[in-house]
């Protein structure tokens, strides 16, 4: 159970706040929206349909590959009183209890990597690897990792996967249920460097891969909590 007290001024009013979407996007067109989305690869890639946005398309397993995909804008994260939210509905070609070793599948609000296997440098995102459904904040290329206490979803089953993130923690939802939250190390003011940051999804395979694991994409929302924001 996750409770919070209300928050009251001097004269006993209760906080209030409405949320505002910053972005959403529904994959379900035949061809990359090139003035929206972002799209490198080496050698493993992806291909957008009405079923959505298919990583890995080529189901590739050759070592040191990646792709990654995202927006060209950015949204504030977590400043202040605010929280931002970012969900995204996706599904894996395999059960999260079988993804092969040596395959990672990012997503969520982080900088992608320059080049191969194009790492994030920077944000907080969900992780699909051999490990489990990791949740992980990211400063400046150091990560931080909880193995979230998931069941194991099977292949093509979608579901919502969703940060709640704040200056100080970020929490890991998946189908509006709460499986863990980190809180930024002592030792960094927040939980990562940068002020906003894009949506992004990553590809990758870092080693031999025994199984060419895709992933397909529905849609996201990025939306905002707390005081107005004015891009």
Not at 162 to 170: F, H, M, N
Request: net charge negative; glycine share 10%.
């Amino acid at each position: 159970r996750d409770t919070s007290s209300p928050e009251t001024d001097e004269d006993w009013r209760l906080r209030m706040a409405l949320d505002h979407v910053l972005d959403r996007e529904t994959f379900n067109y035949a061809a990359q929206n090139t003035g929206k989305h972002a799209h490198a690869f080496t050698t493993l890639t992806a291909t957008a349909s009405t079923n959505g946005l298919l990583l890995n398309s080529g189901s590739g397993v050759a070592t040191a590959t990646g792709m990654t995909f995202g927006t060209f804008a950015e949204f504030p994260c977590g400043m202040g009183a605010a929280s931002t939210y970012c969900e995204t509905t996706m599904a894996l070609s395999q059960s999260t209890d079988s993804i092969p070793a040596n395959v990672q599948v990012d997503v969520g609000m982080f900088r992608r990597g320059a080049s191969t296997a194009f790492a994030p440098t920077d944000g907080v995102y969900f992780r699909f690897s051999s490990a489990g459904v990791l949740g992980i904040i990211n400063n400046s290329t150091t990560e931080t990792q909880f193995v979230l206490p998931a069941p194991g979803f099977l292949a093509l089953e979608n579901h919502k996967y969703g940060l709640s993130i704040t200056e100080k923690v970020v929490k890991f939802w998946i189908d509006d249920i709460l499986y863990g939250e980190l809180t930024a190390p002592t030792a960094n003011g927040q939980l990562f460097r940068s002020a906003t940051l894009p949506w992004s999804v990553r590809h990758a395979n870092t080693g031999a891969v025994a199984g060419g694991l895709q992933t397909i994409v529905t849609d996201y929302t990025i939306s905002h909590g707390g005081p107005s924001y004015t891009s």
